[in-house]
Nanobody
Framework: QVHLVESGGGLVRTGDSLRLSCAAS????????MAWFRQAPGKEREFVAS???????????SYADSVKGRFTISRDNAKKTVYLQMNSLKPEDTAVYFC????????????WGQGTQVTVSS
């Protein structure tokens, strides 16, 4: 079992930066694929970024086209924490951001946090 708690959301202006954190409790997250999703009001939840270890020193990351070049996902396995650095924020980034984890042998994400609100004003 993995319990996820997001933090770091808030109200910012266009062009500002925020860093979201996702703290995991329970077993190590090294063997889990981790991701960020978001859901804007009236819209479906969408993928933002993902990260997984392929060796002790190498990770694979993936990003939605809408955030490429602006957002960076990273992880600190020792701290069991995943981060989402968000730069050059836009009003369309406004959403509840969710952290998720999946067992690598499974395609779907099994564990979800409660979400953290990010609001970007124009």
């Amino acid at each position: 079992q993995v319990h996820l708690v997001e933090s770091g959301g808030g109200l910012v202006r266009t062009g500002d930066s925020l860093r979201l954190s996702c703290a995991a409790s329970g077993r190590t997250i090294r063997t889990y694929g981790m991701a960020w999703f978001r859901q804007a009001p009236g819209k479906e939840r969408e993928f933002v970024a993902s990260i997984r270890d392929i060796s002790m020193s190498t990770v694979i990351t993936s990003y939605a086209d809408s955030v490429k070049g602006r957002f960076t996902i990273s992880r600190d396995n020792a701290k069991k924490t995943v981060y989402l650095q968000m730069n050059s924020l836009k009003p369309e980034d406004t959403a509840v951001y969710f952290c998720a984890a999946r067992i690598l042998s499974v395609d779907s994400y099994n564990y979800w946090g409660q979400g953290t609100q990010v609001t970007v004003s124009s």
